[in-house]
């Protein structure tokens, strides 16, 4: 089980810049973590996968195969979950999924036997006759992935699959994606980082269409030693650091002090600081913010 891509590159018509520019990368079952800031280009990857959009050049293999030449052969093994998917208010969660099964041309019986058993997967059996306009942000969600699942795909594509839910609906739908991946190819495509902190066998940080870095958390976390630093500084010069420094995390301590988190190269001896530890949302914002750009310029 291999998905690899060969230096695809897309820019949409009427666009200046490359959406995609010559991304490559090989994956094998697990969850992969795709990050980036809006307009990154993970959509544009996942229409490209999907075969929703064509790339410009470049090409992607699965198992060797050429996945515009395995066609339908390899729509069959995709399930896909859109970030916007409009979903038919109206309709009963049953309903909802036998009109996908439909739509993704699933024998009768087939469909029968894969409803139930996706029903079951996201625990919503029990509100299969409940209309979809009735349904809760996270019920929305789960029913979403239950129909990228009915086809048992090999490669699953998740967009933002736990956007706009609580913290416990979030748990329940990444520990519930970690146990789908086992023996499946995931791409978790998210602007939150802590939902792929855990999960991700690798993560994946594209950034105006290239790609950046792709590691395992523990590795990507291990090379930004040294770039996450503490200190502790008085409350009334916070505004000031802010406005020079990427102030990743402050916490109020006695005596008019915070503490605070600062993101950025070479700040022990600017600031006192200490280093710190850093986690994946400081690396993310290391990667994407501004400040360093400016201050390494
Ligand atoms: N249909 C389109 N026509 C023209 N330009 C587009 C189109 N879709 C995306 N783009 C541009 O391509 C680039 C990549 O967009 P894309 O939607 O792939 O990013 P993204 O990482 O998915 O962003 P978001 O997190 O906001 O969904 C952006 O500059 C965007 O403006």
Redesign the pocket.
Known sequence: MVLTMNKISKT????T?K??DSFSTSLTAGVYGLL??????????M?IITDNIKADSGSIDYDGSNIQKMGKDFRNILGYMP?HQGLYDDFSANRFLWYMAALKGLKKKLAKERIEYVLDLVNLRNDAHKKLGSFSGGMKQRILIAQALLNDPEILIL?EPTAGLDPKERVHIRNFISEVALNKIVIF?T?VVSDIEYVAKEVIF?KQ?KLILQDTPSKVLSQMENKVWQAHIPVDKLNELQKQYMVSNIVGEKNNLVAVKIVGDNLQSELDASPALPTLEDIYLYLFNDFNKERRA
Not at 38 to 45: D, E, F, I, M, R
């Open positions: 949409y018509k009427g666009g810049k959406a995609l980036g800031p809006n307009g990154a280009g993970k959509s544009t990857l229409n970030q967009d495509a602007h594209l269409g």
